[in-house]
């Protein structure tokens, strides 16, 4: 019995003796080989496993004139969706909206339920640079950036909402040395960050003192550059959602993590918007356009992601031209579940195990 029992385990680990266990090399070699093999099946099988996002609804918004409103940035409190609009032509207003989180089907309304004039006083000469492009919140107040174009860039800190919306001072200054053309601003972690569209970058403002953070190393601002030029932000719990564009067909959104400056994830929006496989066009059955100027002379093809927003394990994006609101889900299903692993994914979970067995079998 005691022969047979070992003659079943040598033909059991035939397989992995084959592989790992090659004529003439060394016992350590060997085993060195197999514990890096098996590590690198398990991260591998780890990676395979992150979730899908999807376009899981589309907020329409009736009576709005996209030549005198532009869906800029956007943040929650609550079940408030604020937007700053910043139009071409127009007054610079501040919208609050409710969204149909419940309606049926994946094609929803929004509402603009109020609608204020901003009151800021920002003059160069005798024009207003007011130009209210980014917004977040702290779950209560808003953040509002004024982007000046030509000039320095202002930020207004703690803006109440619901009350008086007259600012004669600003709180806080961008350089446009630090911070050229801001797109996007998100709350995390008692920190204001901005998005700056020309410099590739992310920078932190913090809002108890004004003033942008610096490396505490070097004493120089703490930025974060990219490779592309970056639009809206947004955040999530722990991480930013940072809009990303190449001037050319490329629009993401990068999962960003501060803590370690490493990108987490990236969801493409030519995936969930381009083509007859998109889910844009298999919600609306239309390939996406839209035209920027109203005169059909700029027709595009894909949504910049100018406003992002963050709700309960979903992103609100906008796009300044477009009088939607997209909602895209960070899982395969809208409803939170859990992703599937593919095929692939199991394959590697199985080698990695089947390693593990044979360096179980050779300390025993």
């Not at 003796?17 to 060195?32: A, C, L, N, Q, T």
């Not at 899981?56 to 004139?65: K, L, N, P, R, T």
């Not at 000039?151 to 919306?165: A, H, I, Q, R």
């Not at 889910?279 to 894909?302: C, M, P, S």
Request: with cysteine; aromatic share 12%; hydrophobic share 40%.
């Amino acid at each position: 019995m005691k022969y047979k029992f070992a003659y079943t385990q040598r033909a059991r680990f035939f397989f992995v003796d084959m592989i790992f266990y090659p004529v003439g090399g060394k016992r350590v070699m060997k085993k060195i080989f197999l514990v890096a093999f098996v590590v690198c099946s398990t991260l591998f099988a780890c990676v395979s496993l992150s979730s899908a996002a999807t376009l899981s609804a589309i907020y329409e918004f009736s009576g709005v004139d996209p030549t005198q409103t532009s869906f800029e940035g956007l943040a929650f409190t609550g079940d408030t969706l604020w937007i700053t609009s910043s139009p071409n032509s127009g007054e610079s207003q501040l919208l609050s909206a409710s969204l149909d989180f419940d309606g049926a089907g994946q094609v929803k309304t929004g509402e603009i339920t109020s609608t204020t004039n901003y009151n800021v006083t920002e003059k160069f000469w005798f024009l207003d640079t007011f130009n209210p492009v980014a917004l977040a919140s702290d779950g209560e107040n808003l953040f509002v950036t004024s982007n000046r174009k030509a000039f320095d860039n202002y930020m207004y800190t703690d803006v109440d909402p619901t009350g008086d919306l007259t600012r004669s001072t600003y709180d806080a200054v961008l350089s446009k040395s630090i911070c050229n053309d801001p797109e996007g601003s998100a709350y995390l972690n008692g920190l204001v960050y901005v998005s700056c569209q020309d410099s590739k970058s992310i920078i932190a403002i913090d809002p108890t003192t004004n003033t942008v953070v610096t490396d505490a190393s070097t004493g120089e601002p703490l930025v974060y550059y990219f490779e592309n030029s970056l639009l809206g932000l947004g955040a999530t719990e722990d991480a930013l959602i940072v809009g990303e564009y190449d001037g050319a067909e490329l629009r993401n959104l990068l999962l960003f993590d501060v803590a370690t400056g490493e990108i987490l994830e990236t969801i493409s929006l030519n995936d969930l918007f381009v083509g007859a496989e998109s889910d844009y066009e298999q919600i609306t059955g239309f390939a996406y356009e839209i035209d920027v100027e109203n005169a059909g002379t700029d027709l595009r093809h894909i949504p910049d992601p100018d406003g992002i927003a963050y709700k309960d394990g979903k992103i609100y994006m906008t796009f300044e031209h477009d009088m939607r609101v997209f909602e895209i889900s960070l899982t395969d299903d809208p409803s939170g579940s859990a992703a599937v692993p593919e095929p692939g994914t199991l394959l590697l979970i199985g080698i990695g195990l089947i390693g593990i067995a044979g360096v179980k079998r050779k300390h025993s």
